[in-house]
């Protein structure tokens, strides 16, 4: 139950991050851009944060980091490579068709990327040490 517990408060913490970021740098557009990409990312902030707070709890010589790091690396990988290659379609078919509105922001720069991992980080330490969870 516990892991279900920090994969759920690291969407929260990080949404909520993700949000005022987006109501900082877009003022009125920050409803709009909830979803895919931006800064930081969901996916990397989840995915690290149950690394981190398995690797904390079990120690990181635990067998069980290496499927979890390999996990890590794929998503990781497709938040910058692939969903760019994504957005980069989207944003031809828009192209090829003006009246459709396919969504051209998909993927992640690096420094969103380590925005998420960071969160997961800080969020897997705060469980780990100060809640006890």
């Avoid at 949000?19 to 902030?45: D, M």
């Avoid at 904390?56 to 980091?65: A, R």
């Avoid at 051209?104 to 100060?130: A, D, P």
């Amino acid at each position: 139950m516990k892991f279900i517990l920090i994969l759920i408060i690291t969407w929260l913490l990080n949404g909520s991050v993700k949000f005022i970021v987006n109501l900082y740098t877009s003022k009125s557009k920050a409803f709009e851009l909830i979803g895919y990409g931006g800064f930081p990312s969901t996916h990397s902030a989840i995915i690290s944060s149950f690394y981190f707070y398995t690797g904390l709890n079990y120690g990181f010589n635990n067998i069980i980091m290496i499927p979890l790091l390999v996990i890590f690396w794929i998503v990781i990988n497709d938040a910058v490579n692939l969903r760019k290659y994504i957005g980069l379609h989207a944003k031809n078919l828009n192209k090829l068709d003006p009246s459709s509105s396919h969504r051209e922001q998909i993927g992640h720069q690096y420094n969103e990327v380590l925005g998420g991992v960071l969160v997961g980080l800080m969020s897997s330490i705060l469980l780990t040490y100060f809640f006890k969870i």
